[in-house]
């Protein structure tokens, strides 16, 4: 099974209902409810989800949408080392480096994001979720 690491902006594309994306995250999320692929995200990713929702939802609300995603996901760790080459790294946006070195720490081979440009410095592909699921059918 093919494994993903899927950054912030495609999960908040799903829970937030953003129009033009909300399909494309709504069917790579699918793929996963069918274990087509395995998605993989940063427990990092889970406090600004947490943060985000919070302020377009209830806590409540927020925490229970959070819930219900986390069925869909594995979620890995943010370590010492991770925060470290993220430091070191030429990312310009430090939450971008980390979510990179959480995926390439882990041996993860393809990371979704809508900020591709964020990601110029990557030596894995880097695509958005419309670009993936175009490569799968």
Known sequence: MEKVFVDTDIVLDLLGSRDFFYIHSANLFSAADKNE????????????????????????????????????????????????????????????????????????????????KDYKTAEIPVMTAEQFLKGKM
């Open 37 to 116: 692929i395995k998605i993989y995200v940063s427990s990092l990713t889970f406090a600004n989800l947490n943060y985000i929702l919070s302020r377009q939802y209830s806590g409540e609300q927020a925490r229970k949408k959070l819930l219900k995603f986390k069925t869909l996901v594995t979620v890995l760790s943010v370590n010492d080392k991770i925060i470290e080459l993220a430091l070191a790294s030429d990312f310009k946006d430090f939450e971008d480096g980390i979510q990179y070195y959480t995926a390439t720490e882990n041996n993860i081979k393809i990371i979704l994001t809508r900020n591709i």
